[in-house]
C-alpha cells in the first residue's frame, strides 16, 4: 500500500482509497481551485490594468505627486499654527549681529540651516556616486 504525500500548496485531507487492478492504493484528496477548472488555467493570469500582480493598485508618479501635495499642505498648515502660537520677539545674537525676531522664525530659520548643512553634503555624495557608476557602467561590455 502507497501514500502519496501532497505537494506544496496541496491539502493532506482525508486520504481515499483508489482501485488500480487489484490493489487498493491510498491517494491524498487534492485541492483543486476554481481557476485550474477553467480552460486555459495552467497558465498565470495577467492582472487587469493598473494592478499589480499582488492585487493591488499601481502607484503612478500622479499618486506620488498628490500625496506629495496633501504633506506638504498638512504640514504648511503646521507651520502657520506654530508660528502664530510663537509669536514673542525673542533677542537673537549671531557673529556679533544682534535684534529682535520672532521666537518662531528664529527656530524655523535655524530648522532650515540645519537641513542645509545635512543636504549639501549629502547631495555632493550623491552627485559623487552617480558619476562613479556613469564611469564603471560605460566600461563595463554587456
Given at each position: ?140 561590455p554587456r
Amino acid at each position: 500500500m502507497r501514500l502519496k504525500l501532497p505537494s506544496r500548496g496541496q491539502a493532506a485531507e482525508n486520504p481515499v482509497p483508489r482501485q488500480s487492478g487489484a490493489s487498493s492504493d491510498l491517494v491524498a484528496r487534492e485541492h483543486v481551485s476554481p481557476a485550474q477548472t477553467q480552460p486555459g488555467a495552467g497558465a498565470p493570469a495577467s492582472p487587469a490594468p493598473g494592478m499589480t500582480p499582488k492585487g493591488k493598485v499601481r502607484r503612478t508618479r500622479a499618486s506620488a505627486w498628490w500625496m506629495g501635495l496633501i504633506i506638504a499642505a498638512v504640514i504648511l498648515v503646521a507651520l502657520v499654527i506654530f508660528i502664530a502660537q510663537n509669536s514673542a520677539s525673542v533677542a537673537v545674537h549671531y557673529l556679533g549681529m544682534q535684534g529682535h525676531v520672532p521666537l518662531a522664525i528664529a527656530l524655523v530659520l535655524s530648522a532650515v540651516a540645519g537641513v542645509l548643512l545635512v543636504a549639501i553634503p549629502g547631495t555632493a555624495r550623491v552627485i559623487q556616486l552617480r558619476r562613479a557608476l556613469k564611469k564603471n557602467a560605460g566600461s563595463t561590455p554587456r
